[in-house]
């Protein structure tokens, strides 16, 4: 087992530097795009715990120089899971060692997702392919992180309740 350092995980903010108050105005001056080139899917996977079923997609910007990517995490149940699964979504990589960053391989940590009793850090890692990596982390830690200001993943749960 080793220490998680937040400083280890080169924790970046989804943050636009280009969107402050002196920019106002300036929308309506953009060129017109339609909205299938504002975003984009990037990496996008699906996670299965134990009985629980999560789709895991990260949502980019596709507007050049505004740098935007979020990853959300959608509890999903078994049929759709599986519906998802047979239309090609492929299952989410997790490992137990933080990926490395090479040369042509870029690995950003993403946010902590706690899942019951266990936790990840999730990294998105791009290289030829873009793909999301969950890193099993102890859950102490995970909980110690979220409280020094470490970012949780955005869970929806998008089960129907019938």
């Known amino acids: 087992m ?9 924790v970046m903010s989804n943050t636009c530097n280009s969107c ?12 017109t795009m339609t ?12 996670l299965v715990l134990k009985n629980r079923f999560f789709a895991v997609v990260e949502i980019e910007s596709a507007v050049p120089n505004v740098e935007l990517s979020v990853y959300v995490i959608i509890r999903i149940d078994q049929q759709t899971a599986m519906q998802l699964h047979d ?5 989410c990589q ?10 042509g391989v ?20 791009e290289d030829d392919f873009d793909r999301a990596v ?7 830690e995970a909980k110690k992180m979220i409280r020094r200001g ?13």
């Open 2 to 10: 080793f220490e998680y350092q937040i400083s280890d995980m080169n």
């Open 20 to 31: 402050n108050s002196d920019n106002t105005g300036t929308m309506g001056t953009m060129g």
């Open 35 to 46: 909205n299938e080139e504002i975003f984009e899917i990037g990496a996008n996977c699906l």
């Open 87 to 91: 239309a090609g979504l492929e299952f």
């Open 94 to 103: 997790i490992q137990n060692s933080i990926p490395v960053a090479t040369e």
């Open 106 to 125: 870029n690995v950003e940590f993403q946010c902590i997702f706690i899942n019951k009793n266990q936790a990840f850090a999730l990294f998105d890692v």
């Open 134 to 140: 969950f890193v099993r982390i102890p859950l102490d």
């Open 150 to 162: 470490v970012p949780q993943c955005t869970v929806v749960d998008a089960r129907s309740h019938h």
